[in-house]
């Protein structure tokens, strides 16, 4: 009676765990996917040209966190700034947002074809990829909003 038990426990487990994974959806969209996080700004991760796709599908402008993994700055954005409750409903509003690492994938071309010189620089793009406004370092929460909204008014 042993096995059959354990055969069940077994079967029953992992029919369980792929129920909760396969209808996750984030998994299949890959590194384009949006992860939706009430209380922070939702990133496109590392894709310049799904940010494109969808700025140009829904008009909106394109907030850009260019970032590289080592840097210091970066990390209290991302842990302070872009978790802040008022950001993230200003940015997830009115942006299609992008956070991507600028040595990795597209980031190297990117960084050459902007000119970027320093971690983090926060970029905002009109619909058709055109730098509108931009800004290096750190940013507090208050300051990342009048960023938004001067880009906006541009």
């Given at each position: 009676m042993?096995p059959s038990f354990f055969?069940?426990?077994f079967?029953?487990s992992i029919?369980?765990?792929?129920?909760?994974f396969?209808?996750d959806?984030k998994a299949?969209?890959?590194?384009?996917a949006?992860?939706k996080?009430?209380?922070?700004?939702n990133f496109i991760?590392n894709?310049w040209?799904?940010?494109?796709?969808r700025?140009a599908?829904?008009?909106?402008y394109?907030?850009?966190?260019?970032?590289?993994s080592?840097?210091?700055?970066?990390?209290?954005?991302?842990a302070t700034?872009?978790k802040?409750?008022?950001v993230?409903?200003?940015?997830?509003?009115?942006?299609?947002n992008v956070a991507?690492?600028?040595?990795?994938g597209?980031g190297?071309a990117?960084?050459?074809q902007?000119?970027?010189?320093?971690?983090p620089?926060?970029i905002?793009?009109?619909?058709k990829?055109k730098?509108?406004?931009?800004?290096e370092?750190?940013?507090?929460?208050d300051?990342?909003i009048k960023?938004g909204?001067q880009?906006?008014n541009?």
């Amino acid at each position: 009676m042993k096995p059959s038990f354990f055969k069940l426990y077994f079967i029953l487990s992992i029919t369980l765990l792929l129920t909760l994974f396969a209808f996750d959806g984030k998994a299949q969209l890959g590194s384009k996917a949006v992860v939706k996080s009430p209380g922070q700004i939702n990133f496109i991760e590392n894709s310049w040209t799904e940010a494109l796709k969808r700025a140009a599908a829904q008009n909106k402008y394109i907030f850009v966190d260019a970032y590289a993994s080592w840097c210091g700055p970066c990390k209290m954005l991302k842990a302070t700034t872009f978790k802040n409750n008022k950001v993230a409903a200003f940015y997830n509003g009115n942006f299609i947002n992008v956070a991507i690492d600028m040595e990795k994938g597209q980031g190297p071309a990117l960084a050459a074809q902007w000119g970027l010189r320093v971690y983090p620089t926060l970029i905002i793009f009109n619909a058709k990829g055109k730098p509108v406004y931009g800004t290096e370092g750190f940013i507090k929460a208050d300051d990342l909003i009048k960023f938004g909204v001067q880009a906006l008014n541009k």
